[in-house]
């Protein structure tokens, strides 16, 4: 809840309006795990309060460790789905890479999420339950909107979760520590960049129409040309960054021909492209650019005025990596 809506509930309570700033401080500032441990409000008003709320914090009920550090949990929602997230720790760095859906409609050809179809949107609630029950969450320093689902396929429940991470009576965070990422749904862009600072991250993978609508269906209903139309009316050059994702699939989007093109959409934005390596997933005719061949496409594209890095890969061996969150196996657990 927002502070406004808090002091309804401190009102409801029969508690003073200032116990909604510290109710805030609480749950936002303090990680409260029940309303008990609001010390600081009298006992009658944490009772009333007990009789109609919870603080809403869910433990994960699952937790797979990669050898490089990477940690994935699985979360109960609010619907009974359940839905993972990946802790990325490096060096002085942590990111967190949440989901928004229970699966995905998107339907990405590369994705075990897409495989996994959809579930359901989660709610404000679910998301940022996966922020606040993580283990580590104080050592977070970056959130990515990365993990399973589109979100702006789900942007109400999206953009009330970085509201209260970025409020000043929230979490308090910079919208810079925060990257919302999208296939390219044009309505939900325009509106993500009127009411939200936070990043923006585009999922590329190829610029030409036909072969990225092979590759993602969604290309058909948001085209890239179009969204890409949209992007260059915006102001990159202060504080909200804009970067496209882009899967390097060997012989098939690592080409000359695919490196021209980029230079030719991207180059008068003010963006950058993270190249991400595929990782293979079962029955899939997809393969993996060697190395020699990402380096070959960063080298072109920052050359000719892209500037272009190679994501490092991380919790692969766990199924954490780009692409590869699939709750559904876990869903007994």
């Known amino acids: 809840m927002r502070l406004d809506e808090l002091k309804a509930v401190a009102a409801e309570a029969g508690l003073p309006a200032f116990a909604a700033k510290q109710m805030a401080e609480w749950i936002y500032g303090k990680h409260v795990r029940s309303i008990d441990e609001m010390t600081n409000l009298s006992k009658s008003g944490r009772e009333a309060l007990k009789e109609r709320y919870e603080i809403g914090c869910k433990e994960p ?18 619907s009974g ?60 320093t970056n959130i990515v909107f990365m993990g399973q ?28 520590r925060i990257t919302v990422s999208t296939v390219g749904i044009r309505k939900g862009v325009e509106r993500f960049l009127q009411e939200s600072d936070c990043h923006l991250a585009i999922s590329l993978h190829n610029p030409f129409h036909e072969e990225r609508l092979a590759m993602m269906p969604a290309e058909k209903a948001y085209g890239i040309e179009e969204l890409l139309t949209l992007l260059k009316k915006q102001d990159w050059s202060h504080q909200r960054r804009l970067s496209f994702e882009y899967i390097v ?5 690592d080409t ?35 190395e020699e061949r990402m380096v070959w496409l960063r080298d072109y594209l920052t050359r000719h005025g892209v500037t272009t890095t190679i994501r ?18 876990r869903m007994k657990k």
Request: with cysteine.
């Open 312 to 329: 490092a890969s991380r919790g692969q061996d766990i199924y954490a990596a780009c692409g590869l969150l699939h709750a559904k196996e």
């Open 249 to 253: 699939f060997g012989r098939l989007n």
């Open 61 to 78: 009920c699952d937790v797979q460790q990669s050898t490089d550090g990477t940690a994935k949990y699985l979360f109960p929602t609010e």
């Open 81 to 140: 789905q359940k839905v993972e997230c990946v802790y990325i720790p490096d060096g002085d760095r942590a990111t967190l890479c949440v989901s928004s859906q229970a699966g995905c409609r998107m339907g990405c050809r590369f994705c075990m999420t897409g495989r996994q179809g959809f579930q359901g949107n989660l709610s404000a609630t679910d998301i940022l339950n996966q922020v606040y029950s993580v283990p580590g969450s104080e050592q977070l």
């Open 256 to 290: 000359e021909r695919h490196a021209r093109e980029l230079v030719r959409l991207l180059s008068p934005i003010e963006c950058r492209v993270n190249l991400i390596r595929f990782h293979q997933i079962p029955d899939t005719l997809y393969n993996g650019a060697s």
């Open 149 to 176: 689902g589109e979100p702006m396929d789900n942007l109400d429940a999206v953009l009330r979760a970085t509201e209260l991470l970025t409020d000043a009576n929230g979490w308090a965070w910079s919208p810079k």
